[in-house]
């Protein structure tokens, strides 16, 4: 059974700093793994998407790394601002699933940075 | 504009009760999805469907029906609500397996 986890529950970090979030899933065999932010109260907006062959994703300040024989994904932001204050969360398609687009997410790290 | 909608965005009532979350989305997508935001703020999937035809429901009790009139739009029935319904209900959407959008989330408040 597929379980993600996400390490640490929370953070707060001074503005400016680069940070990581991390992401860990128990089974190597997914096919796509997508990270999200949720702002409070608000619904969760897509950040990146890796697919399963790939390695990496960029957007701005933002890079994604996918290491699935490890079964494990990093979320880096460079330069955080206050405004990317949000609860940050990981998600995988398990193999088994890729006709179906069952997402599988983990609890999420809330994020605080401070001005 | 908004890629994914639901509404209504609040709703309070009472146990027992039946009510209807409603969801539509303007991306063309062919899957859409109704997921579950706990007290605890964790996510499950509850139900996808594809094209209009049910394809994952994850044991939910029978007196949550969603219905897909057609691919633009999926509704949640619920019916004798219960006080552990409250949640965040959240619908999104995707092509197939491929990234996917949520709309903003309704608030059920079951007292």
């Known amino acids: 059974k597929q379980e993600v986890t996400q390490i640490p529950a929370a953070l707060s970090v001074p503005e400016g700093e680069n940070l990581v979030l991390n992401c860990s899933f128990t089974d190597s065999a997914i096919y796509n793994l997508q990270w999200f932010r949720q702002d409070p109260g608000k619904g969760l907006t897509s950040l990146l998407l890796?697919?399963?062959?790939?390695r990496e994703q960029t957007s701005g300040r933002l890079n994604a790394s996918l290491d699935k024989s490890s079964g494990r994904s990093t979320l880096y932001i460079a330069a955080s601002q206050p405004g990317d204050s949000a609860t940050y969360l990981c998600?995988?398609?398990?193999?088994?699933?890729?006709?179906?687009?069952?997402?599988?997410f983990g609890q999420g790290t809330t994020l605080q940075v401070k001005p | 504009d908004t890629a994914v909608s639901q509404t209504p965005k609040y709703l309070v009532t009472q146990m027992g009760n039946d009510k209807s979350i409603k969801c539509e989305q303007n991306?063309?997508?062919?899957?859409m999805y109704w997921y579950k935001q706990d007290s605890k703020k964790f996510l499950k999937i509850m139900f996808s469907y594809n094209n209009k035809e049910l394809i994952i429901n994850e044991t939910v009790p029978n007196r949550f029906s969603p219905k897909s009139p057609d691919k633009a739009h999926l509704n949640l029935h619920i019916n004798s609500l219960e006080l552990g319904d409250s949640a965040v209900y959240f619908c999104a959407s995707s092509r197939t397996s491929d990234e996917q959008f949520f709309g903003p989330g309704t608030r059920l408040t079951v007292l």
């Open positions: 998600a995988v398609i398990p193999d088994t699933s890729s006709n179906t687009g069952k997402l599988i």
């Open positions: 890796i697919q399963s062959s790939q």
């Open positions: 991306l063309g997508h062919d899957t």
